[in-house]
């Protein structure tokens, strides 16, 4: 919308006695509806702000303690290639919250407050990374399915309403892309390998399958944030049409490297053009995300050391700038 057209709104509403307030709220959602994207600067309803503040920084959070699960096995890759290509990824990830935080910064709230949140408990990260990396072939399922659902979701909010996020995902998912196949290779030389690389292999999948399909949050019915999500298009598909989505891609996937995925009822539906699937473990998810899963304890304690044991580089690079100015 023109600057000459939201005057001329705003010249007729005033003649019309319409309170501003409801004015700029309407404009908005105008904005909105015609897929033109909100930036930092532009008027928002505190909701708008409040919203985005809180997915973005979870989405952030995400990244950085999901560096954790595959830090553990830098150390430990069966060879120098895998240990280069895992040691890039797990820096994607730290560049991929860098960017979160950045996008969420514009929306007035500082890192200091937003890690502040996460070390109390207020704030969430995907209750996926509460799960432990037990061998090799994990770091194949993270990548294949993890990084492959973060995609899905991903490509979904390019097209978000706030402009820093969107432009934000467009980066992303090109990095994410990358990582899905590289976890997709490990899972097929090791379904291809010896019968115990490939029982590795499944036993990854067993125990990554649900919880990654739980990455994409409670059923619709069950969402309470979806609603406002979907209209202010920071949403712009629901978490079942997501979660659909990825298992509708995954199954052929795991069918051409011979695994088989834990889910007696999977079966192709005909009239639907998607998988039926069986009943998610709801109350496994909601343990994990009120942080009674088998790392919450462990990945918050990590990240605190960290930010403690920093403190230091924090105080030295304000030091040179207070110097340098
Ligand atoms: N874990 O009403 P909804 C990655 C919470 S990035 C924990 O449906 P919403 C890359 C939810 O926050 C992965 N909490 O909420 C990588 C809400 O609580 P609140 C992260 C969850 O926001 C790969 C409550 O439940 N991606 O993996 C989860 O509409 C490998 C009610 O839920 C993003 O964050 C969950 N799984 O939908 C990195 C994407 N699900 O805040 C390293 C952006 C729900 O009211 C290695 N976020 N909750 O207290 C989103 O798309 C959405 O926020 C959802 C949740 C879909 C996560």
């Known amino acids: 919308m023109s ?12 003649k ?8 700029q709220e309407q404009i908005f959602q105008e904005k909105i509806d015609a897929e033109k994207k909100i930036e930092p600067k ?7 702000r409040s919203h985005l503040i809180r997915q973005i920084s979870q989405h952030a959070h995400s990244e950085i303690i999901g560096m954790q699960p595959e830090g553990n096995w830098i150390t430990r890759a069966p060879s120098l290639r895998a240990k280069m290509i895992l040691l890039a990824k797990v820096q994607d990830e730290a560049g991929h919250g860098l960017y979160l935080y950045s996008a969420c910064e514009t929306l007035g709230v500082t890192r200091d407050e937003l890690n502040k949140q996460l070390h109390e408990g207020k704030a969430k990260y995907s209750s996926i990374f509460n799960y432990p990396t037990l061998s090799w072939a994990d770091m194949g399922a993270i990548g294949w399915l993890v990084d492959g659902a973060a995609i899905v979701n991903q490509v979904s ?10 432009r934000g995902m467009i980066k ?6 990358f990582h899905q196949r590289q976890g997709y290779e490990i899972m097929t030389e090791m379904a291809n390998g010896t019968k115990e690389q490939k029982e590795m292999a499944q036993d990854a999948l067993n125990r990554f399958w649900w919880p990654s399909i739980m990455m994409f949050g409670p059923h619709d019915s069950d969402s309470p944030r979806t609603g406002n ?8 598909k629901t978490n079942d049409e997501l979660r659909q989505n990825f298992i509708d891609k995954t199954v ?5 490297i011979g695994l088989k995925i834990p889910d007696p009822d999977l079966k192709w539906n005909e009239e639907r053009g998607s998988y039926d699937f069986g009943e998610i473990d709801w109350d496994e998810f909601w343990n994990v995300v009120n942080g009674n899963g088998p790392c919450n304890e462990q990945r918050l304690n990590h990240h605190k050391k960290a930010h403690d044991d920093g403190e230091w580089v924090r105080d030295a690079v304000k030091a040179y700038a207070k110097k340098s100015a």
């Open 157 to 166: 909010l390019q097209k978000t309403s706030y402009g820093p996020y969107s």
């Open 16 to 23: 019309r006695k319409i309170n501003y307030a409801v004015l």
């Open 229 to 236: 999500a979907m209209k202010w298009k920071i949403k712009r």
């Open 42 to 48: 532009d008027w928002m309803p505190d909701g708008y």
């Open 252 to 256: 052929a996937q795991a069918d051409l």
């Open 172 to 177: 992303i998912c090109k990095e994410e892309s």
């Open 3 to 14: 600057e000459k057209t939201i005057d001329k709104k705003i010249d007729s509403a005033k």
